[in-house]
């Protein structure tokens, strides 16, 4: 059974940058591509980053673009997700996903088999 632990997150800056990281167990961690979300208070989750299952292809929506960064190590089987100058808008739980594909780009939004159960990220100024 493929399970996800997201840690990272806490208390960050204004301005400042915060790296949250994914632990993958239970499975063959290469045949997923991986993804992360957010949902903030009174908003529907949203799609923040997406990693193709070698690590070779990204996605990101545009509004986002420049500031996050996903990566993933597939040795440690961890997936990593960096936001630079953070602001109130990235305050929100932040979830980890895994989408098993047979293919080598990063995956779209949906079609997701297994979650973790989030972390909370809160910008403070």
């Known amino acids: 059974q493929v399970q996800l632990v997201e840690s990272g997150g806490g208390s960050v800056q204004a301005g400042d940058s915060l790296r949250l990281s994914c632990e993958f167990s239970?499975?063959?961690?290469?045949?997923?591509?991986m993804g992360w979300f957010r949902q903030a208070p009174g908003k529907e989750r949203e799609f923040v980053a997406s990693?193709?299952?070698?690590?070779?292809?990204?996605r990101y929506p545009d509004s986002m673009r420049g500031r996050l960064t996903i990566s993933r190590d597939n040795v440690k089987k961890m997936v990593y997700l960096q936001v630079n100058e953070v602001n109130s808008e990235d305050s929100a739980v932040y979830y980890c996903?895994?989408?098993?594909?047979?293919?080598?780009?990063?995956?779209?939004?949906?079609?997701?088999?297994?979650w973790g159960p989030g972390t909370q990220v809160t910008v403070s100024y």
């Open positions: 239970g499975g063959t961690f290469s045949n997923y591509g």
């Open positions: 990693i193709s299952r070698r690590g070779q292809d990204t």
């Open positions: 996903a895994a989408k098993f594909t047979v293919n080598s780009f990063a995956p779209n939004s949906s079609g997701y088999n297994h």
